[in-house]
């Protein structure tokens, strides 16, 4: 008897994934528990074991498609089985169900300006309630889903075009790109992955969002470097690598601790500040992108946990073995872009943070030492610095509460005696 694969519930919160590789084609035979395919969520790459053993019969969610949990992507069965040509699981006629009370809230009416829709097939409950949230008539929103199915980037595409109609009129920076340009002879075209369509769209909607505003400042790393030299081999003892990232971070819980406010979000309401201090880390993952894996509860850490987490975290997700639950629920966010050598940075902000902090290469400059005292003058020495840019939410904190926050994390830093 033929086995349905159906896209299986990854995380809280995730209810639709993206189909980026199919490990096995329609032909092939699969051991139950063996990698079938592999989805994207979040930036988060999983691989979908097959839920049986047998042969693929039919593959039916397509390399780049959208499809919602519970969904089919593929049947599996005996070879030579015929199977019915069908693409709705139990679980989508499911959602069938519970969206139609919110369908008959909706302005399905044909418009006069474009060619309506006569059948818009499966509506998923977010699709509704976006079109619902901005009085979208579904019938004008053209599907690129599945057999012509309005998605969800469809409705907030054809938004943010309703939006730029009505801004026509304003003028546009002459210094703009188009969206398609013509390309010149020898020019190579190289398309979006999923992941880098995912940094790209939350990029810009942060940047659209939070007025970004960037606060420096350097830090001697004297005395953590010799904590981290004195301390390195006994943590290479249990596994553990002790780099200057777990420094910052945990610098960066005295930080929070001191000024929850940066702890925060914003929203219509008023300030949200979050009980739980749940730092992500940055992680580069080469010419594909990055992702930020979450430390949650950073501030029960002590700073071999919070070296293991940094470890566990980066190594996974390099790897592709991180889990979509690992890259939500930050409420801050660290990007160390001085591993590959730069000193300054305007990171962006990771919404809906209140801040972002970069941290820069450790670099041995010559400093000034002033005197603490009367007895001797002004000393100049090399100690090994960092600069720190700090970049806030200009909604939530002004000029002097960011400086706070980040003097704080300055003062653990130059101040290390753990």
């Not at 809280?12 to 528990?33: A, M, N």
């Not at 190594?315 to 730069?342: C, M, W, Y």
Request: hydrophobic share 40%.
């Amino acid at each position: 008897m033929a086995t349905k694969v159906l896209v299986p519930r990854l995380g809280e919160g995730v209810d639709e994934v993206t189909v980026t590789k199919w490990l096995k084609q329609v032909g092939d035979s699969i051991k139950e528990l063996e990698p079938l395919l592999e989805v994207n969520t979040d930036k988060v790459d999983t691989e979908i074991p097959a839920p049986a053993s047998g042969t693929v019969l039919q593959i039916v969610a397509q390399e780049g498609q959208a499809a919602k949990v519970g969904e089919l992507l593929a049947i599996i069965g005996v070879a030579g089985e015929k199977v019915e040509a069908s693409n709705v699981s139990e679980s989508k006629v499911e959602s069938l169900r519970s969206i139609e009370p919110q369908l008959s809230t909706l302005d399905l009416r044909p418009s006069t300006n474009s060619q309506p829709s006569t059948d818009l097939g499966f509506i998923s409950p977010v699709v509704a309630k976006i079109a619902a949230e901005h009085g979208v008539n579904l019938s004008q929103v053209p599907g690129t889903g599945l057999n012509g199915r309005i998605t969800k980037n469809d409705v907030v595409s054809y938004v943010e075009g309703q939006k730029s109609k009505v801004k026509t009129h304003s003028p546009q920076p002459a210094n703009l790109q188009p969206a398609t340009l013509k390309p010149m002879e020898g020019d190579q075209l190289i398309k979006h992955t999923v992941i880098r369509k995912s940094i790209a769209e939350h990029m810009v909607m942060s940047k659209r969002t939070s007025p970004h505003v960037l606060t420096v400042m350097e830090a001697d790393m004297s005395r953590v470097a010799k904590h981290r030299a004195a301390n390195k081999a006994a943590f290479e003892k249990d596994g553990v690598n002790l780099t200057f990232t777990a420094y910052f971070m945990t610098a960066i819980v005295a930080g929070l601790k001191a000024y929850p406010i940066v702890n925060s979000s914003w929203s219509d309401e008023g300030v949200l500040v979050h009980n739980n201090i749940n730092i992500g880390m940055a992680t580069s993952l080469g010419e594909e992108g990055l992702i930020v894996p979450v430390i949650k509860g950073a501030d029960n850490h002590s700073l071999l946990a919070m070296a293991c987490s940094v470890n566990d975290l980066a190594n996974r997700a390099r790897n592709k073995k991180l889990q979509p639950d690992e890259v939500k629920g930050g409420t801050f966010t660290l990007t160390n872009h001085g591993i590959s050598g730069s000193l300054f940075a305007f990171p962006v902000i990771n919404q809906p943070q209140c801040g972002i902090l970069g941290v820069g290469a450790v670099q041995k400059r010559v400093v000034v030492i002033p005197a603490v005292d009367g007895t001797r003058d002004d000393a100049i020495a090399i100690r090994p610095m960092v600069y720190m840019s700090f970049v806030f939410d200009h909604r939530i904190l002004d000029g002097a509460s960011a400086d706070w926050f980040l003097a704080k994390v300055k003062e653990t830093l130059e101040n290390w005696s753990w």
